[in-house]
């Protein structure tokens, strides 16, 4: 979307700035460089920092909750989480969180020694949330 372009953009333009701000004040192609450099790694970092939070999808459907994980070339994984495997869910938030009414919510599945995590970042009224997964799960 465009908020995100526009978001990756002022990111990396600060980035930039603060490595022209450790840079002497010189035209010299090594200071061009190491500039053109910083704005490169500065927007990669950001991309990728931008893609890996906007491809994770999560939802609810019948008794189980269905994480599904799309990658930069379009295939998609999913992860299906039943009762079966016996979630642990928790809340967790931050002072702001608490504030604002959101905050993160952690389920931790244990299944034939395999201990996975997932973490649903930023949820808003995450109360509601962790208690409709305890009641389905």
């Known amino acids: 979307s465009w908020i995100g372009c526009v978001f990756l953009f002022i990111t990396a333009s600060q980035i930039v700035r603060a490595v022209d701000n450790l840079i002497p004040a010189d035209t010299s192609t090594l200071s061009l460089l190491i500039r053109i450099s910083a704005l490169a790694i500065a927007v ?9 939070n906007t491809r994770r999808h999560y939802y609810i459907e019948g008794n189980s909750l269905i994480i599904e994980n799309s990658s930069v ?65």
């Open 44 to 52: 990669l970092a950001v991309m990728a920092t931008w893609s890996n």
């Open 73 to 137: 070339s379009g295939r998609k994984a999913q992860e299906i989480i039943t009762p079966k495997h016996a979630p642990r869910i928790e809340l967790t938030s931050s002072f702001f969180g608490n504030n604002f009414g959101y905050g993160d919510i952690v389920i931790t599945v244990d299944s034939y020694s395999d201990k996975r995590r997932h973490e649903l970042k930023n949820i808003l009224d995450p109360e509601a949330v962790v208690k409709e997964l305890r009641a389905r799960l």
